[in-house]
């Protein structure tokens, strides 16, 4: 349960600094819950004996990264000129 407070916490301190930023957007928080993710799975992490459900973290952790690596080539072919990128 501690580790789903923590997430739960991060999503809406996130939501609400984006929203006091006036810089909510779908990618930015994708983005900022996937880094609170990662961060809340190591702070909560145990020392000596991994539960079974913490191994099935691993396949959300793909997806995020995944997800991630989207975000990141569309940002990219937004930078690039047109001439550079075929479409």
């Excluded at 779908?26 to 961060?39: A, M, N, P, T």
Aim: hydrophobic fraction near 60%; avoid cysteine.
């Amino acid at each position: 349960m501690r580790f789903v407070r923590g997430h739960v916490a991060w999503m809406v301190a996130t939501v609400l600094a984006l929203a006091l930023l006036d810089a909510l957007s779908y990618e930015l928080f994708f983005v900022l819950s996937l880094i609170g993710f990662l961060i809340v799975t190591e702070l909560t992490s145990p020392f000596n004996v991994t539960p079974t459900w913490r191994r099935r973290l691993r396949w959300p952790i793909l997806l995020g990264l995944a997800g991630f690596a989207v975000v990141v080539v569309r940002r990219i072919l937004e930078i690039l000129p047109p001439e550079v990128v075929p479409l």
